[in-house]
Each structure stands twice: as C-alpha cells, then as structure tokens.
C-alpha cells in the first residue's frame, strides 16, 4: 500500500510539473480517497476532507510529499482558486502568476471587490499580487464566502440577523464593513466559531478549516446551524409583502415596463443615454412607493420603524437612508441610528432588497429622538443617478434636488402620516 501511494504521488507530481499548475496543489479526487500520515483518524475535520477529495471538480488535495499540512494557513489566491473552483467556473492557470486569473474571476463574478477588500489588494513595487499571495484572515475568508453564499441562497433561508450576532461572543472586534458576510455564514453554518464563542476575525486560516467551510458550502447537510437565542420581548415581525398586495411587473410592449405599478420606458424616463441614470421625477414615483409604506411606531416603549422597499425596473438599484439623532445615547450606547439599503454596513443596519417588507427597531424612546430625516436616490450599477431627495421629518422639509432636468425643489412636508404617536 505504501509503495502504491507513493508511486501516486510521483505521477500527480509529474503531472504538476507538466501543467504549469501550483506546486502547493495536488489533485487527489478519486473513488478512494488518499490517507495523509498528518491527518488522523480522529481528526474533526476528517469527514470534510474525505468529502472533498472526492469531488470530481478536484477542489482540494494534498502536498506533492505526500502530507496535508492541516496547521498550515492558506494564501488569499489559494483561498479565492477554491471559491472559484467551486462555484463552477473552469479557469485557466495565470502565465506570468499562477492565480491571476482566479483573482480576476472571482472580481467579475463579484467574490473579491477590490474597493472594498484592502487586505488583498496590498502591493509592492515588484508585486502587485502581494497581498493575494499572504496568509488570509478568517474575517476576509468570510467575506469571500458570504458573496459565494449569495449566489447559491434565496433571501427567504436567512434569520434575523440581529439574532445571529447575539452567537458570535467577539462581535465588536469584527471590522463593520464585514459584520455582515459573517453573519450570513454564521446563519446558515458554514461557520461556527471556536469552542470559547468567539469568531477571532483576525486569525489566519488553516488548510483543515478552509476544508469544512468549503464543505459546508457546498453541502447543506454538513452545515452546522445553531439555534437562535429567544429573546424574552420578540420583535414585531415585518408585515408580509403579501398583504401589501404589491402589483406585478407587466410588460408592456414596445420596451415599456409596469413596475410596482408605474410605468416606466426608456425612451423617456431616461435622462442621460451615456450612464442610463433614471430621470429624478420618475425617482419620485418610485419614492412616494416607499413612503406610502413608511411608519415610524412605539412597541413596548421603543421606537421602531416598519416598511417596505419598492422594487426597481431591471438595472436599477436603491440607495436609500433613514436616520435618526438623538440628544442622548441609545440602547447600545451609541449617538443615532441609520439604516441603509446598501451592503458593508452592520447587519443591524441593513434594510432587505427591493420587494421585501422590514420592521426594525431604533433602540431608543420616543423622548430621546432629536430628529429623523430620510435620504434617497435610484442608482445604476455604475453608481450613476440624476439626483437625490432629502426629507426631514422634524425640519418638515421636502427636498428634490435635479443634477439633470432642472426639476429641483424644496417644500414643506407634513410628517403626520408617517408617525404613530
């Protein structure tokens, strides 16, 4: 048996070297999976990596000796290859680096965002992969994982995210733009800490972990889902979208779309051909949508605010705050509360996507509350808009502001409606 494995791992070595590929990857897919003399039989992760040896997409294998190196921590470019790999996409190796082209990949297909990913993005004069090619932290393991995750999990399997936070006994230590991919693979267990509760964001990631949460990822049934904390006051549940009784889409005809019951066409609700922003006073139909949903109410002395988020022709995406001084500090010691439509912010913070109702508290009292105002723009994917609306409910202010049609406007708006107390 010795001499037979031995003599497998010459051949997948000179396999190696004839390909061009990696020399810290070893395919090892096969009916039988390969033993390593550095993994024991009692290892926690043994089922995992017999799981993954065995996939026929070759996801992850051994060390041309023959070893696993379970302790070793995995590169970002390792890392990435892996999440690449998995989702399906056949890649060539790089000529010049090896991971090049994984890298550029995983950006198209949004896994790496470079604005955003700081860690990976780190250069030197004479290596412009520096950072892929370090150690990567769990913290930036996550945020991979959780935009995979995305694309393989409808909105309707993720739990209320401020209940998943109460699990991960280091949550503060973890850096805001990525509490919430975290989250998301906290929620659905493709991660679950150390045994001491803590999350350790910035700890550097093993081969033997990369290899459960890999597993999990593409295996529901190894996932390790926890059970959410009861809270002994539930929060109100949003209202379901259901009984909004929200109109369809419609097409109809000549490129012309319904959308949430308003018309929109191309031809003339685009103001700006060259970036496809959407013209400010449709904006505003799409506005009123969400105000027509919007309420701020007191539910056991707290503050809350319930709605729901219109949802947008193809192309088109919300931006989209609602904020709230105080003259003191919140529950959570903290100055004031936003809520926002965009991702990189805490989970707490984060209203759903377009088409889904929301119910959030401000964790505050009403007496607290120095003033609630709201912003709101229809962004294309490029970031393109013609303009924004500011309303103010304290100020009673309604603000249009027209960076292309010359629409702009301020007005006074009546903030009754929008308050049940």
């Known amino acids: 048996m010795k001499k037979f494995r031995n003599l497998l791992v010459k051949i997948l070595l000179s396999a190696i070297l004839l390909t061009g590929i990696s020399p810290t990857w070893v395919t090892g897919a096969g009916e039988n999976a390969i033993s390593f003399p550095d993994v024991p039989q009692t290892a926690w992760y043994l089922g995992d990596l017999q ?31 892996l999440i690449v790999t998995v989702m399906g996409h056949k890649v060539e190796n790089g000529k010049d680096y090896w991971a090049s082209t994984y890298i550029q990949k995983a950006i198209e297909e949004g896994y790496v965002d470079p604005s955003v990913d700081s860690w990976f993005t780190r250069k030197k004069p004479d290596d412009q992969y520096f950072g892929y090619k370090q150690p990567i932290r769990r913290v930036d393991m ?39 991919n975290v989250v998301k693979c906290y929620d659905l267990g493709i991660l679950t800490g150390f045994p001491d509760g803590e999350f350790k964001p ?30 002994p006051n539930p929060s109100p549940t949003p209202i379901p979208v259901a009984e909004l009784n929200r109109p369809e889409k419609k097409d109809l005809g000549n490129g012309v779309i319904e959308v949430e019951g308003i018309s929109f066409n191309p031809e003339t ?56 001084s105080l003259h003191g500090s919140d529950d959570r ?33 009403k007496e607290n509350i120095k003033s609630i105002y709201l912003n709101f723009d229809i962004r294309t994917p490029r970031n393109a808009r013609s303009g924004n609306f500011y309303i103010s409910l304290t100020l009673k202010k309604y603000s249009r502001y027209d960076e292309d049609g010359g629409h702009s406007l301020v007005e006074e708006f009546d903030p009754r409606g929008f308050i049940e107390w």
């Open 51 to 81: 799981y993954i040896l065995k996939d026929s997409r070759q996801i992850f294998a051994g060390y041309p000796d023959g070893t696993f190196k379970p302790n070793d921590t995995l590169t970002a470019d390792m890392y990435i290859k």
């Open 142 to 180: 996550a945020q991979v994982t959780g935009r995979a995750l995305d694309k393989l999990t409808d909105d309707s399997e993720y739990r209320d995210p401020l209940a998943v936070c109460e699990l991960i006994k280091d949550y503060k230590e973890i850096y805001v733009g990525c509490k919430s």
């Open 202 to 231: 910035s700890n550097e990631l093993t081969r033997a972990e990369a290899v459960a949460v890999i597993r999990r990822l593409i295996d529901k049934s190894a996932r390790k889902r926890s059970e959410l904390p009861v809270f």
């Open 269 to 324: 609700d685009i103001v700006n051909k060259s970036n496809n922003s959407m013209g400010i006073l449709k904006v505003e139909e799409f506005v009123g949508v969400f105000l027509q949903h919007l309420k701020f109410y007191e539910h056991e002395g707290k503050v809350r605010v319930r709605g729901y988020i219109p949802d947008l022709p193809e192309g088109y995406e919300w931006n989209i705050a609602i904020n709230t």
């Open 333 to 365: 010691g903290l100055s004031g509360n936003n809520l926002y439509t965009k991702d990189g912010n805490r989970p707490e913070q984060i209203l759903p996507k377009p088409g889904n109702s929301f119910d959030r508290s401000l964790y505050t009292n």
